[in-house]
């Protein structure tokens, strides 16, 4: 089995599974610096900036404050 944290995928691909609502919420955290790092269970996007993380749902509401563990 293939460990999926080691497989890297370049950001079209990343950018191309979000829908309309996440792609502008990621497009408004993209222009102060955000990154897109992952893709969560295949419906929250999940961006990062220095130590900071955020958290956009599939309706494109970013959680400037989320519950999540980056290893």
């Avoid at 955000?34 to 956009?56: P, Q």
């Avoid at 509401?61 to 290893?71: E, G, Y």
Wanted: charged share 25%; glycine share 4%; with cysteine.
């Amino acid at each position: 089995m293939e460990d999926r944290r080691h497989t890297e995928l370049d950001e079209k691909h990343w950018w191309a599974s979000l829908n309309c609502a996440q792609q502008v919420s990621a497009n408004s955290l993209s222009n102060v610096g955000y990154e897109l790092a992952f893709i969560r269970d295949g419906n929250t996007a999940v961006f990062r900036l220095d130590d900071s993380v955020v958290t956009v749902d599939i309706e494109g509401d970013p959680n400037l404050n989320p519950n999540i563990t980056i290893r």
